[in-house]
């Protein structure tokens, strides 16, 4: 009779599996709660301190380190000198263990969890014993998924249990644990700036392809994702997103988390090309709309309140490839979902303020990582350079433009009023040619006069201050820092523009 070891946290499936290896003429031993429901299911079982000789002691933390488990567990079957040694100290091979751990995850995704709860779900002998099985993966059939008892079961009863089969669920364990210790040493560190980073995802789902169609691709997620993220989303129609779409809502989430006035965002190619706030929805929308009724078409538009109808139905006329929103209203989306293609997402808004990891960042033999870019940019920290002076008005207008150019790829300019971008100059390998982007757009809308410039980073020369002049522009923001600021400030002054010094720079690679 073969022997199994059973001895699991969750146990969805247990009392089946073990009855399906009993009727396979199996021996089952098991420990704590695993045996206590087995027990009380009927099922044949052996407790632990039957092999052992040993009571389970310290509320359960050594109950399995023992030889005469481990031994049972690790002797290879072809070994003679093994095969002696478990006769010497009458050790009974274990052929089959089936562990899952404390629920560590589970537990410090706890809003309130203390470090001496989330310490007490640190398995010891569960990491052990599977590594153990997987370790000698040929003799020792390792289970650590309840997922993967209809597959084991099968495999057994039709003598399929081959190396290959064995050595999948091996590899299974190791990145289990891999994880699991990666989860408790991201848990334990106190400081973001150590030696090892140590990073751990989950495969949510294959995508029909990357970037373009040669190229595959496939979405992981954290263990735990963020509240406010695209992998926690819920997906209430349209088909699957793609890489790009991934990609570019993500963008769209981290800009619209600027604005807390009703706000509007549409967003192309990981660029915003309409930023609209108002006091409502469908005001906003038509701010972005406007902001550039071109490029809007087959974008990625984000909302910060609940999508109502009349917003719906604006929005319906169009083109668009994904909608994001806290909620939609049933009505809105009883006519939006009328497109089978368009994907229609929900984000837990309420998580939109809270504190955001690092940004990590794919290089060719490494990554980069960056805490994100969360100034807030204040008029009261500016400093006006210029003879011309701007109105609060205009000073508002800027931090508008501020919030916005954070989330534009540099080179980058912005030229907006207090509630509308009116032009985006994005990812220019020079300043000048970013702004003549942005103003040329800009220069078409009805509230040009009300408008700034805003500048992710400083102007190299004079050139561009110029070239806004020309075109009349009258506020102009940009950090400063620059060895010829004083020949952008005397350009300024010749011209009578308002030119604010921010002091932040913002670039977006």
């Not at 040929?138 to 997922?147: I, K, R, Y």
């Not at 972005?288 to 809007?296: E, L, N, P, V």
């Not at 006069?449 to 506020?475: N, T």
Request: aromatic share 6%; charged share 20%.
């Amino acid at each position: 009779m073969r022997r199994a070891l059973l001895s699991v946290s969750d146990k969805t499936g247990i009392v089946a599996f073990a009855q399906h290896l009993i009727d396979q003429d199996f021996e089952i031993v098991s420990t704590g709660g695993t045996q206590a429901a087995l027990a009380a299911a009927n099922v044949p079982v052996t407790p632990i301190e039957d092999v052992t000789h040993f009571p389970e002691i310290l509320d359960g933390r050594v109950k399995t380190l023992n030889p005469l488990v481990f031994g049972g567990i690790l002797a290879k079957r072809a070994n003679p000198d093994h095969q002696q040694t478990l006769v010497d100290h009458a050790i009974t091979p274990i052929d089959l263990v089936c562990v899952n751990l404390y629920p560590f995850a589970q537990t410090i995704a706890q809003p309130d969890v203390t470090l001496a709860a989330a310490v007490e779900q640190i398995d010891i002998g569960g990491p052990s014993l599977i590594r153990a099985a997987a370790k000698n993966y040929p003799d020792v059939l390792v289970v650590s998924d309840p997922a993967d008892y209809p597959a084991v079961t099968t495999a057994l009863r039709n003598h399929t249990d081959d190396l290959a089969f064995r050595k999948a669920l091996a590899a299974k364990v190791f990145h289990h644990t891999a994880q699991y210790d990666a989860l408790i040493a991201n848990y334990l560190t106190d400081t973001a700036d150590t030696d090892t980073l140590t990073l751990t995802y989950q495969r949510e789902q294959a995508l029909r392809y990357g970037e373009n169609p040669q190229q595959s691709a496939t979405l992981y997620r954290d263990v735990h994702p963020a509240p406010f993220s695209i992998p926690a989303a819920t997906q209430l129609h349209g088909k699957p997103l793609s890489f790009n779409n991934i990609k570019d809502a993500d963008a769209a989430l981290g800009l619209i988390r600027e604005f807390s006035a009703p706000t509007v965002i549409a967003l192309k190619h990981m660029n915003p090309c309409g930023v609209g706030s108002a006091t409502t929805l469908e005001a906003a929308w038509d701010e972005c709309y406007a902001a550039d009724s071109m490029s809007i078409f087959g974008g990625i538009i984000v909302l910060n309140r609940p999508v109502d109808l009349a917003t719906a139905t604006k929005m319906h006329q169009l083109f668009l490839e994904i909608i994001i929103a806290p909620a939609f209203d049933d009505d809105a989306y009883a006519i939006l979902a009328k497109k089978k293609n368009l994907r229609l997402l929900t984000v837990d808004f309420t998580h939109a303020t809270d504190p955001e990891d690092a940004e990590l960042v794919s290089i060719r033999g490494g990554l980069l990582r960056q805490e994100r870019d969360t100034v807030v940019d204040d008029s009261q920290t500016f400093t006006v350079v210029s003879q011309a002076q701007p109105t609060a008005a205009q000073l508002q207008a800027i931090e508008f433009g501020l919030k916005t150019i954070k989330f534009v790829k540099s080179n980058a300019i912005v030229v907006n009023t207090a509630t509308q971008t009116l032009g985006v100059g994005p990812g220019q390998m020079n300043r000048i040619d970013a702004l003549k982007i942005a103003v040329n757009k800009a220069e078409v809308k009805d509230h040009y006069d009300q408008s700034v410039l805003v500048s992710d980073a400083f102007f190299p020369m004079d050139d561009c201050v110029a070239y806004a002049a020309e075109h009349g522009i009258k506020v102009i923001a940009e950090p400063g820092g620059s060895i010829r600021d004083k020949d952008s400030i005397a350009m300024a002054d010749r011209h009578g523009i308002a030119l604010v010094f921010t002091h932040h720079r913002h670039f977006r690679h």
